[in-house]
């Protein structure tokens, strides 16, 4: 039980972070899930198409292949979801962190 209260804890901190309603939340949380596994999904059929088998040069081109397309498919999959903006605004705050540059250079 107290693992459920921490998890249900955990979103209500993320909901308010975001400073989302409900609806929102499961909507950008659906988004996330959802652009994820197609993330996945097409890195792998990516893969399948080319002769590298199974090893250490798969799973680095893999890594690769998902760093590179979870943007893409987490702002497709935001569209139909109405949170374009949001993930948007997410994915431009992530790469503020990665890239070192000011937030103003960035539009």
Do not use: D
Not at 4 to 19: V, Y
Not at 50 to 69: A, N, Q, R, S
């Amino acid at each position: 039980m107290n693992f459920l209260h921490q998890i249900c804890g955990m979103f209500k901190k993320l909901k308010e972070k975001w400073q989302v309603s409900w609806l929102q939340f499961a909507l950008i949380f659906s988004t996330f899930a959802l652009g994820g596994s197609c993330c996945s999904y097409i890195s792998k059929f990516i893969l399948s198409l080319t002769p590298i088998e199974k090893g250490t040069e798969y799973v680095f081109i893999y890594i690769i292949l998902v760093t590179l397309l979870w943007p893409v498919c987490v702002l497709c999959i935001s569209i139909p979801f109405g949170q374009f903006s949001f993930f948007r605004s997410y994915l431009k705050r992530i790469w503020v962190k990665i890239s070192g540059k000011s937030p103003q250079k960035i539009n």
